[in-house]
């Protein structure tokens, strides 16, 4: 049974590596066992690696690199390398950020891109976020232009609503949409699934495993002492102490179904968020060998239709407490 879904030219397993975590935003780093862990998720075979020029301020790109070189040439075409261009970061905060997607700004990012990934080509580049006071028809020149000289192959978006994407897919064909989706944030499902669906566009969900939450593994006392002070969910309004426990709640019956099915509480979520709509490719991001394998075992996972409803209801978007991203911080920082 062929398990892979369309994604641009390729067809890949729909279960992708997100890699930011391995190198800022979820507490410290460790280089040489993120190496270890990007050579085990290849050899069981993950595909899509997806990173972004912000992500450690470049350190990601220049990781993910090192790990195509130890590949070798080789295995390059077996690769699916995803990375993004558009958020600048400050240098004085970790969590300040500006937006600038235009012409020579995404061009230069592109070329530093390649050069830290060590590739002659990418296989999709996304504009990370787009630039209220730039027409989005100059981004996508640079994107068309960069296809026209052979260094990118699938261009995408990412965190854009559903007028966006039909205004861009007219001026130039869009792959793929990135944007959060999963039992916990469901606002894509309002207009943006629907649409890339309708174009023919793979969607690609960030974060499908609420930021760790949906593995049942966080609750009130991680959050306080388990976490460093540079995690960015010490940040987040539905990790706070008072939402935190009320979101619990609801997450108890993620666990009972865990229990029902024998499965672990993140291959169901996965496997939820996979059986929505078949154009669907998820990135969960981890550095534990184990979960990584355990993640990429959702393929298998097929969920009884009276599991998917129960999940649907319970996780309605009005039984969640907070937000996704804190007030004082823009939505543009983390994904």
């Known amino acids: 049974m062929n398990k892979k879904r369309q994604l641009g030219t ?10 930011m975590g391995m190198s800022e ?27 972004a020029d ?28 995803s990375t993004k261009a558009g958020i600048v970061r400050d240098p004085n905060d970790q969590f300040t950020v500006s937006v600038n997607s235009s012409y020579n700004y995404i061009m230069q990012c592109c070329e530093n891109s390649l050069n830290r990934l060590g590739v002659d080509y990418l296989d999709l580049f996304y504009l990370h976020r787009l630039s209220p ?27 854009v609503n559903a007028e966006t994407i039909r205004d861009a897919h007219r ?19 309002e207009n943006v699934l629907n649409t890339c669906y309708d174009l023919d566009i793979a969607f690609v969900a960030f974060s499908p495993l609420g930021r760790g ?40 019956t993620l666990i009972e179904i865990s229990e029902e099915l024998g499965k672990p509480p993140a291959q169901i979520a996965l496997a939820w968020t996979l059986s929505k709509q078949n154009n669907i490719h998820v990135i969960p991001g981890t550095r534990r060998i184990k979960y990584m394998k355990q993640n990429f075992d959702s393929l298998n996972i097929a969920l009884p239709s009276h599991i998917t409803a129960k ?19 823009s939505r543009h920082s983390v994904d």
């Open 10 to 19: 390729r067809e890949l397993p729909p279960i992708g590596l997100g890699c």
């Open 25 to 51: 935003f979820y507490g410290e780093s460790d280089h040489l066992a993120s190496l270890k862990t990007l050579h085990q998720a290849y050899e069981y075979g993950y595909q899509h690696f997806d990173t």
């Open 54 to 81: 912000m992500y450690g301020r470049g350190k990601n790109e220049t990781l993910i690199g090192e790990f195509i070189q130890e590949l070798g040439s080789q295995e390059r075409e077996n690769l699916f390398i």
């Open 133 to 159: 006071d730039v027409p989005i028809e100059e981004p996508l020149r640079v994107l068309d232009d960069l296809i026209k000289q052979g260094v990118i192959k699938n261009v995408g978006l990412c965190e």
């Open 171 to 189: 001026i130039l064909p869009i792959t793929a949409v990135q944007s959060e989706y999963s039992l916990w944030t469901r606002d894509v499902e």
């Open 213 to 252: 939450f949906l593995t049942g593994n966080i609750d009130k006392d991680t959050i306080d002492n388990g976490l460093t002070e540079n995690d960015f969910r010490k940040r987040i309004p539905r990790f706070n102490d008072e939402n935190i426990i009320k979101n619990k709640r609801t997450l108890q």
């Open 311 to 329: 999940l649907d209801f319970i996780f309605l978007p009005e039984n969640i407490f907070g937000e996704r991203y804190p007030s004082a911080v």
